[in-house]
């Protein structure tokens, strides 16, 4: 059996492309991205609980591929974003990581998530 190589993609300073409703985003284009989405969703609710992370949904109905608990985070994209898979955003950090999140990576990420706290 086969299995899909796991790459993420890193953007550093990236410049979110519309206002946003949360510090950290998910941003999700097509309803086969919703695993991979979901491994972050995870990842967040474990290492974050309190944090109040959204979905970005860019015209892709998420109500029967989600959780009622993940669905009520989800809210429209607006606009381009220039990113062909699914992504994960922390805004202050302007740190952009698209696919699913490698173990580099999303210690790159939880670490950028992390400093929220110790800036408010």
Do not use: H
Request: hydrophobic share 45%; proline share 10%; net charge neutral.
């Amino acid at each position: 059996m086969l299995r899909k190589p796991y790459t993420t993609l890193r953007q550093a300073g990236f410049m979110a492309p519309e206002p946003l409703p949360s510090p950290v985003v998910l941003g999700i284009f097509d309803i086969g991205q919703v695993p991979d989405a979901e491994i972050w969703m995870r990842l967040l609710e474990r290492q974050f609980p309190n944090l109040g992370w959204r979905i970005l949904s860019f015209g892709v109905d998420l109500e029967l591929a989600l959780a009622p608990s993940r669905f009520r985070r989800a809210v429209p994209g607006r606009a381009d974003w220039g990113q062909p898979r699914e992504f994960a955003y922390c805004v202050s950090g302007g740190l952009l990581m698209a696919g699913p999140p490698t173990e580099e990576a999303w210690e790159e990420f939880e670490a950028a998530v992390s400093r929220l706290g110790r800036a408010s």
